[in-house]
T-cell receptor
């Protein structure tokens, strides 16, 4: 079965820097990969979706890359702000069925 | 505005009792999902449905059941609650293809004593 690893449980950076979060998967390459944000006590909120034939996708200060050779997605937040502090989850499909989620990386941005 | 709601938000029950968690969405989405979230495990899929009368088992379905009698609701039932089922439960919905973005509810914190 597909396995997902988000390399860091926690990431601490200073305001204004770029945060880079990693999502690695095993086995087959998914057709698409999603990133979600989760704040304490709340449900996850969708941020971005990237398909296997897309190398990069951007949305405002967010950028996602998808490298099917490395079996890895990178999630970047540029010019990070304390308000970006949250847990970020990656999720991918299982051969066309429901998504599976990584355990998440908790980002803390200090001012 | 369309939304997805869960009730109750908090529940304390005893071992062996039957518990039902409600999930209601007004997005008119065909797809609905139940997850549990525990420290060290992340979000794990319990059951999901791609339409009325359709239900499927997820990664951690033992001890749980769902039924889908209409588009808006997917109640999750714990047949005989166990302490190992103490967790935060999230319901989600999505439209169209299974890979589309999911909209999550606020969660239900369940404690089984």
């Amino acid at each position: 079965s597909q396995k997902i690893e988000q390399n860091s449980e926690a990431l601490n950076i200073q305001e204004g820097k770029t945060a880079t979060l990693t999502c690695n998967y095993t086995n087959y390459s998914p057709a698409y990969l999603q990133w979600y944000r989760q704040d304490p006590g709340r449900g996850p909120v969708f941020l971005l979706l990237i398909r296997e034939n897309e190398k990069e996708k951007r949305k405002e200060r967010l950028k996602v890359t998808f490298d099917t050779t490395l079996k890895q997605s990178l999630f970047h937040i540029t010019a990070s702000q304390p308000a970006d502090s949250a847990t970020y989850l990656c999720a991918l499909d299982q051969a066309g069925t429901a998504l599976i989620f990584g355990k998440g990386t908790t980002l803390s941005v200090s001012s | 505005d369309a939304e997805i709601t869960q009730s109750p938000r908090h529940k304390i029950t005893e071992t062996g009792r039957q518990v039902t968690l409600a999930c209601h969405q007004t997005w008119n989405h065909n797809n609905m999902f139940w997850y549990r979230q525990d420290l060290g495990h992340g979000l794990r899929l319990i059951h999901y449905s791609y339409g009325v009368q359709d239900t499927n088992k997820g990664e951690v379905s033992d001890g749980y059941s769902v039924s889908r009698s209409n588009t808006e609701d997917l109640p999750l039932t714990l047949e005989s609650a166990a302490s190992s089922q103490t967790s935060v439960y999230f319901c989600a919905s999505s439209e169209g293809q299974e890979y589309n973005e999911q909209f999550f509810g606020p969660g239900t914190r369940l404690t089984v004593l």
